[in-house]
């Protein structure tokens, strides 16, 4: 196994705001695995709060050895072994995962979401986030959402009625709401919960501080629509504190450390009855269309990654009816791979 890998600086269309910080652009490390001559394709996109760099993430590198990883690749296996090199660090880690799930596909000449038991036919729809911003620049986002079915909202400042109103003057999609940790209050809370029922939202993301297992709980016991855990959950094992404290969860590859343990969270999670949404940090297509490979598996997905960004070196996912719409090409699907992109 060759590994190579390039430090690529994702701009996003919007600087991007949510609750507790604003940026223009993701730092990504691309990786290419090249197995005889096959090639797989992943990628880590570090966005700063998850306190990933390029650096932590070649510094990481150099610790794998590459000739470990034969085929056929035994997932747990290698997931272990990359956990015994270090501790954290799930983005690089996704970034192996992915490109090897890719370079699976392609020594079996299968796409990546059969290999998984996905079918194309039961793939949500995608939502398109509209960060915090000026009404001004809302009202741009969601003319840029034209054939998205469903838009998620980033709230948790002091004016997500605002906000809302804003959007819903513009638009009778559905909304998701993302509340990114941002309320600190239970009664104002579930109230505001209540308030955006009425306003056509379907379901809420990490309305409290993720430490706050108790407050998130009390919400979930009495919201008319799920509450689901993104920042109170990362990996697998993380699943077992969180249950019955939401109704569901987001997963999302830089966080589950690559798409075999995000599968097993599937697993994990529909045994306890929870719902699932299937998200993405700002990635390019390489990241979405694996998080996509495993989309039909769950409830709802939220892989706008490619539509947010200005500089996606890949050719963007094949997109109708506000759903990825998933090739017959064995692996990721990726295409539009450029040549010089790796060097040779
Ligand atoms: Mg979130």
Known sequence: MQASYISYHLDLKHPFAIAKFSRTSTPLLLLRLRYEQTEGYGEASMVPYMGESYESATAFLSKVDWS??????????????????????PAIKAAIDIALNDLNGKLQQKPCYQIYGADPLKMPVTSYTIGIDSPEVIREKVADAAGFKVLKVKLGRDN???????????TNLPLYVDANQGWDNRKKAIDMIYWLHDQGVVLIEQPMNKADTEGNAWLTGRSPIPILADEAVQRLSDLEQIKGAYHGINIKLMKSAGMYEAHQMILKARSYGMKILIGCMSETSCASLAAAALAPLCDWADLDGPWLTKNNPFTTPEF?????????????????????????
């Not at 997500?160 to 513009?170: A, G, P, Y």
Request: with cysteine; net charge negative.
């Open 68 to 89: 470990c990883l034969t085929y056929p690749f035994n997932f747990p296996e290698i997931i272990a072994y990359l956990d015994s090199l270090a501790a954290g660090h």
């Open 160 to 170: 997500d009625k605002e906000l809302i109103s804003t959007v819903r003057s513009l």
């Open 320 to 344: 109708q009816e506000g759903k990825y719409q998933l090739k017959d090409l064995p692996g990721l699907g990726l295409e539009g791979i450029k040549i010089d992109l790796f060097g040779s």
